[in-house]
């Protein structure tokens, strides 16, 4: 005979049970915390940085020639970015861009130009397809020639993803990068900037895709084996150079690549510039971080809508960098004392700051320069001198800011009658470096590929493993929500019509084609969650994985959900009327049609974008799209209008009561 515990035992031992689970939890999430903030924690750290072997960071700092009153040991530079020339879209944005290769390069005169990708828009009128439009880079060609910014600078542009979609291979005649760039090279390179003071480096790593499919299984770069080899000699040719700048399209978290990764392999230079992500639509009008070896991560904002753009110099080996708005004048850059939120103590020689004689800005406008004003921590110190082109100077004491963070304010007059304002945080000591965001860091220092296979797997083994499951489990016997949600669980699993559909289903978006068409105009491929084929070409699986997570999260998931919700109410033997006439239940259940049907609406939208994007042959022959929209469909239809279901327990069948 089997005795029961007192109720008040049983009682004890579930909340005995319920505050052991509750610790453990606890425990479990104050490590996964600690772990991710370490992870994303981006203030320098001396064991974690990478001394450059030329310099050792702070001992070349102890020579000079340290930052004075002089025009010398000093050069700088521009980067745009995005510039998506269109023909369709914001007609202002040609005539802006010409400006500013005009009278924009013309004032501040930079030794060089970077301009990262996505030089053309490419896409359709509708936004929606995409197609490599010859007007366009013939509109670009022309605003180089006609500013002839090419005869005053150097001009280095890059492809972006925009720059490279629809194009087979780089033989193509759609390859309008080859045809109409100012640099019309191909692939990653390494240029040596020489000057009389030194040698910089300035490597592109190119990751854009060939093939180039359209969009938006290009959004992700990739990087072979073959490219990684090349673009590390280009690392080890750099070491015996000052300084060393990387720059491309992609943001490193967008692009994949063997290990140990990209990040590893730019960790003895001071920074790489890249766009790509258009300030996330205004979300993030500054994504900046630092990778673990200390290299800053700078994405700039986008010129299409913000007309963004940056400079940037290397003054005395100290990088120091402004973003700036078109038109935004005067323009202002301080470049000693340097921020200290991008000081790189690994690579950069710190010393000098301590040992200059003089506060050093870049300022530049169109009219002249009436007045520099400077304060340090709220005190002035006075008006900077000229110094000879745009840079003045003012004698001031490293010594009285030895310790803590202080602030620097400069105040820009023309004879325009425009002011600008720049104020920023310096400090002087080794080991105090301001971290960045954490979802700054997130964004950029994430591999969002690997982030994306690992969420898409585990919610697909979740949703299918659940199927299994509850096709052998016993129909649960208590009372409550739960056992209710588990019944139904098990009724949608021990019916086959619906069983092996959601099970075929699943698998398909697992480990079958999502769809089968022209992944490039005349070429056909096929797309799976875990890469793309293009005419025997192989793409690797990177968005392909978000997009996954988010078919799971918007249909796959909630079909099944509805299914079970619907099939428990037939249990009970309501219809699909009779169920909106429960009392206290009916906004509820009008709720939960709501929301499946704009699911359904959010598939026949997809399947929309598919045909688009992919053409007729795409929308008809995708069994994750178009046929899980009908299968969606009937299924529910089956669901209210079929068979009445029963609960199966171990042989015996429960009817409805």
Request: proline letters at 5%; charged letters at 15%.
């Amino acid at each position: 005979m089997h005795l029961q515990w007192p109720r008040w035992q049983r009682q004890r031992r579930r909340m005995l049970k319920l505050f052991g689970t509750l610790v453990i939890l606890g425990l479990v999430l104050a490590c996964i915390t600690s772990w991710v903030l370490e992870s994303y924690d981006t203030a320098w750290h001396p064991k974690r940085s990478v001394q450059h072997p030329a310099d050792g960071g702070g001992t070349k700092g102890s020579y000079p020639p340290f930052p004075g009153g002089e025009l010398n040991n000093i050069f700088w530079f521009i980067q745009v970015s995005d510039i998506h020339i269109s023909r369709f879209h914001d007609p202002r944005r040609i005539p802006d861009f010409e400006e500013f290769c005009t009278t924009t390069i013309e004032v501040i005169k930079p030794a060089l130009v970077l301009a990262t990708g996505d030089l053309t828009d490419a896409k359709t009128e509708n936004k929606v397809g995409s197609l490599q439009h010859e007007v366009e880079w013939q509109a670009y060609h022309n605003v180089l020639k006609r500013s002839r910014v090419m005869e005053r600078t150097l001009w280095i542009d890059i492809r972006g993803n925009h720059d490279a979609f629809n194009i087979m291979s780089l033989d193509s005649i759609n390859n309008y990068f080859r045809k109409y760039s100012a640099n019309q090279k191909v692939g990653s390179f390494h240029y040596v900037h020489k000057t009389p003071f030194g040698n910089y480096s300035f490597i592109c790593a190119d990751a854009t895709l060939t093939p180039g499919p359209k969009r938006p299984y290009n959004f992700f770069g990739i990087l072979n084996q073959t490219q990684m080899d090349l673009l590390d000699k280009f690392r080890a040719e750099s070491l015996k150079n000052n300084q060393s700048i990387w720059f491309g399209h992609y943001t490193t978290s967008t692009v994949v690549s063997p290990a140990p990764g990209l990040r590893d392999l730019m960790r003895s230079s001071v920074a790489y510039l890249c766009g790509h992500l258009h300030t996330l639509g205004g979300l993030m009008p500054v994504l900046h971080s630092r990778h673990p070896h200390g290299t800053l991560e700078l994405e700039l904002g986008d010129w299409m809508d913000n007309r963004r753009y940056r400079i940037l110099a290397f003054d005395h080996d100290l990088l120091s960098f402004s973003d700036l708005r078109f038109q935004q004048w005067p323009a202002v850059l301080i470049t000693n004392p340097k921020e200290a939120q991008y000081l790189h103590p690994g690579v950069e020689p710190l010393g000098r700051i301590r040992r200059s004689t003089h506060i050093r800005i870049l300022a530049f406008s169109g009219a002249p320069i009436t007045a520099v004003h400077v304060s340090v921590d709220g005190e002035v110190l006075g008006k900077g001198r000229h110094a000879g082109g745009p840079l003045y100077v003012l004698l001031w004491e490293p010594s009285l800011y030895l310790t803590g963070l202080h602030a620097i304010r400069v105040k820009v007059e023309d004879a325009a009658g425009r002011s600008s304002e720049r104020e920023q945080h310096f400090t002087l000591e080794d080991d105090l470096t301001p971290g960045f965001g954490f979802v700054q860091s997130f964004i950029l220092l994430t591999d969002h590929y690997v982030t994306g296979r690992l969420a898409f797997i585990s919610m697909m083994l979740l949703n299918v493993g659940v199927l299994l499951a509850f096709r052998f489990l016993p129909v649960p016997s208590r009372r409550g929500l739960s056992s209710q949600a588990l019944m139904s669980l098990h009724l949608v699993s021990s019916m086959d019509a619906f069983f092996y559909s959601l099970l075929l289903f699943n698998l398909c978006t697992a480990l079958g084609p999502w769809f089968i068409g022209e992944m490039i105009d005349g070429h056909s491929g096929a797309c799976f969650a875990f890469g793309v084929f293009i005419d025997g070409h192989f793409l690797e699986g990177s968005l392909t994985y978000v997009v996954g997570v988010i078919q799971l999260i918007f249909f796959n998931i909630p079909l099944t959900s509805y299914l079970c919700w619907s099939l428990h109410h037939r249990c009970r033997g309501n219809t699909f009327r009779s169920h909106f006439l429960r009392p206290g239940c009916r906004w509820w259940t009008l709720a939960v049609h709501i929301v499946m049907l704009l699911l359904l609406t959010w598939q026949a939208h997809s399947c929309y974008f598919l045909l688009k994007t992919y053409g007729s042959t795409a929308f008809f022959l995708s069994p994750v799209r178009t046929w899980a929209l009908g299968l969606g469909l009937l299924l529910v239809y089956r669901a209210w209008t079929g068979p009445v279901p029963h609960i199966r327990d171990n042989s015996k069948s429960v009817a409805p009561s």
